[in-house]
């Protein structure tokens, strides 16, 4: 059974930083496509970016939409972590951020982006931004 734990949220100024990490346990992180999606207030919950493995130790990330020019993921072997990097944080990135993982890792098209293509969840962790 997968296991997700997200943390690093919190309360930060508009054009602050904030690091989210999501460690996994029961699988190693390689072994699994796993994801950073959000929730706005009022809305439906939205894919940001996803990784996989390339390679022996690396691995292929994606992401989308707004955010995109200032936000980065990445994957942590040692810690089995995901991990997103926010910059220059706006107060439109306010939502709670989830990590969420699959271990369809041959499914195609790349990356998944719909909530049904994820099996296993986290709990949340709020992000707030202030103007």
């Known amino acids: 059974q997968v296991q997700l734990v997200e943390s690093g949220g919190g309360l930060v100024q508009a054009g602050g930083s904030l690091r989210l990490s999501c460690v996994v346990s029961g699988h190693t992180l390689s072994s699994l496509v796993t994801a950073w999606f959000r929730q706005l207030p009022g809305k439906e919950r939205e894919f940001i970016a996803a990784i996989r493995r390339s390679g022996p130790n690396g691995y292929e990330g994606y992401m989308t939409g707004p955010p995109v020019d200032r936000f980065s993921i990445a994957g942590d072997n040692d810690k089995n972590s995901l991990n997103l990097e926010m910059k220059n944080l706006k107060p439109e990135d306010t939502a709670v951020y989830s990590c969420?993982?699959?271990?369809?890792?041959?499914?195609?098209?790349?990356?998944?982006?719909?909530?049904?293509?994820?099996?296993?969840w986290g709990q949340g962790t709020q992000v707030t931004v202030s103007s």
């Open positions: 969420a993982a699959t271990s369809a890792v041959a499914r195609e098209p790349w990356p998944p982006r719909e909530t049904s293509d994820y099996d296993y």
